[in-house]
């Protein structure tokens, strides 16, 4: 049982016997023709352009986001290590991680978010507690927060897709935080740009490339700096991952390779000791979106959470549920009535001059004046006692 500041223990609930399976296979998209609806959005952000259902995958940003927490298991060990270089080296496995279940998954893309919309994962066997939650619609944020006996994980994202006609690349806007409170750590780190290539015809295929820096703003003992290269399909190098930690002087201490789909390994070959690599994929993945073991779990809806769960829980929205199900045609209509939903609210709110608050994260300005979204401190109380009943806004999202 998890314990201490962890997940109020007295919140989490026995999961046991967890789906292995999608209900419904994914769809075939072999007949959509994307360039009649990406053509005049050519250099454009696309999270503004409406996308046929088809394309998504069940699951949305707010569980994208959790799903970064698939090996919390490296935050673990981390907190068991006294040594600081080798905890940066454990850091550095867990930022890679994070990448490894969007291998298989270039064929569609997450549900955008509606404003307000949350999102939670209690996982006693993994010993976190997590929740998410759309803080703005234009631009996009998603924030989320989680916490541990052993750490706590928050950041808010947010997300710019320019397409260029053969590709699309997403590029992310905002900082990952992580603490570790034995050691009294706190790591910050940003990502890398993501590209899918081959929108429009031939086998799509997922790079991520671009500099992470990974820092311990509450020590200067070192300093992590990974590469993700930037390749080609055909590349010996493609998906490869380099890099170093360092001390204060900028010495190397330890040399981290290896591939973010694959593993990553500390030291030098042959003599390299794999640190992370990620678990087997599903029998039969390819027909269910890609998704890992993990990913399968996230947008279960188990009986006991029905009651306990906020009615913006992305869990009871209808157009993702009727697209895990395999119901194409209310998925469509409901996506499209949500959305129209989502477009009356908006403009309510405009003629009212009126702003929708998060419910459970506050903007902040940190020392360097950047706005920040950060967890208020209400989501685990309210969901004790008296429960989100309550909640202004429990039924008006869909």
């Known amino acids: 049982r998890v314990t201490g500041a962890a997940c109020h223990c007295s919140l989490v609930i026995m999961m046991n016997g967890r789906r292995t399976c999608l209900p419904a296979p994914c769809p075939d998209t072999s007949n959509i023709n ?10 454009k952000d696309l999270s503004k ?19 970064e ?25 867990f930022a890679v991680s994070g990448y490894s279940s969007t291998y298989y998954r270039a064929g569609s893309k997450p549900f955008n978010p509606l404003l307000g ?31 541990s006996k052993n750490f706590t994980f928050w950041q808010d994202m947010r997300w710019k897709n320019k397409f260029w006609g053969k590709s699309m690349e997403i590029l992310p806007i905002g900082t990952v935080n992580l603490t570790i409170p034995r050691f009294g750590d706190h790591y910050e780190w940003n990502k890398v740009t993501t590209c899918v290539h081959n929108i429009l015809s031939g086998q ?24 993700f290269v930037k390749g080609n399909y055909w590349s010996s190098n493609v998906n490869e991952v380099q890099g170093f930690v360092m001390d204060q002087e900028g010495k190397a201490i330890h040399r981290l390779f290896g591939k973010w789909h694959e593993g990553l390994y500390c ?26 073991r993990f990913a399968i779990e996230l947008n279960e809806l188990c009986p006991e959470l029905k009651d306990v769960l906020p009615r913006t829980d992305t869990r009871f929205r209808p157009d993702q549920r009727y697209l895990e199900e395999g119901n194409l045609e209310m998925a469509s209509s409901e996506k499209q009535r949500i959305e129209d939903l989502q477009r009356t609210r908006r403009r309510c709110r405009e003629d009212s001059n009126s702003k929708l608050e998060p419910s459970f994260f506050k903007k902040v300005v940190d020392t360097n004046h950047r706005e920040r979204w950060v967890s208020n401190n209400t989501y685990w109380e309210l969901r004790k006692n008296p429960g989100f009943i309550n909640m202004e806004r429990a039924v008006s999202l869909w």
């Open 267 to 292: 030291g030098v070959p042959p003599s390299a000791k794999c640190v992370w690599r990620p678990g087997s994929m599903p029998t039969d993945y390819e027909l269910y979106y890609g998704f890992t």
């Open 49 to 67: 352009v409406s996308m046929p259902v088809e394309l998504n995958e069940p699951l949305n940003t707010l569980q994208r986001m959790c799903e």
């Open 34 to 43: 994307l360039w009649n609806i990406l053509r005049n959005n050519i250099g």
């Open 69 to 93: 927490l698939e090996y919390s298991e490296l935050l673990d060990k981390a907190a068991d290590t006294e040594d600081p270089f080798e905890r940066m080296v454990l850091v550095a496995a």
């Open 204 to 227: 799509r295929w997922i790079e991520h490339y671009g500099e992470v820096t990974i820092r311990n703003t509450k020590s200067s003992a070192c300093l992590c700096k990974l590469t």
């Open 117 to 147: 919309e949350t999102y939670e994962c209690i996982r006693e066997d993994k010993g976190f507690c997590f929740f998410s939650e759309q803080v703005s619609h234009h631009p996009p944020i998603s924030a989320c927060y989680c916490e």
